[in-house]
């Protein structure tokens, strides 16, 4: 596991109790004793005014591709988890050299870094 791996994983819900199965990509390698990733959220519901801290994910695009996503997706960096590594069900894919250099971007542009 890497950062910039697409998996799905069980992510908890923002406003009520419980977790769903969900596209995430990866910010971290496995950390700590019992490893946990920090990861977004992957959403194919595209936002009609997407964020600033949101990024379109289209694997009909030739660099995202390898997303191996279904459908055009959006990347919400506002929406972060720390996630035991046993929550993370399948792998999917990953993200070319260039987005993680925008999601970077986008992160500390975000978090004020």
Do not use: W
């Not at 069980?10 to 920090?38: H, I, N, S, Y």
């Not at 997407?50 to 379109?56: I, T």
């Amino acid at each position: 596991m890497r950062h910039g791996e697409i998996y799905l994983a069980k992510f908890p819900f923002g406003d009520v109790p419980g977790m769903k199965l969900r596209p995430v990509l990866l910010l971290t390698t496995p950390l700590g004793l019992v490893p946990e990733v920090l990861v977004a959220y992957i959403s194919s519901v595209v936002p009609t005014r997407p964020l600033p801290s949101d990024l379109l994910l289209d694997p009909g695009e030739p660099g995202l591709r390898s997303t191996n996503l279904k459908a055009p997706s959006v990347l919400r960096l506002h929406k972060l988890a720390t996630i035991h590594c046993s929550s993370l069900a399948r792998y999917l894919g990953v993200v070319d050299g260039q987005t993680r250099t925008i999601v970077a971007s986008k992160l500390r542009d975000l978090l004020q870094l």
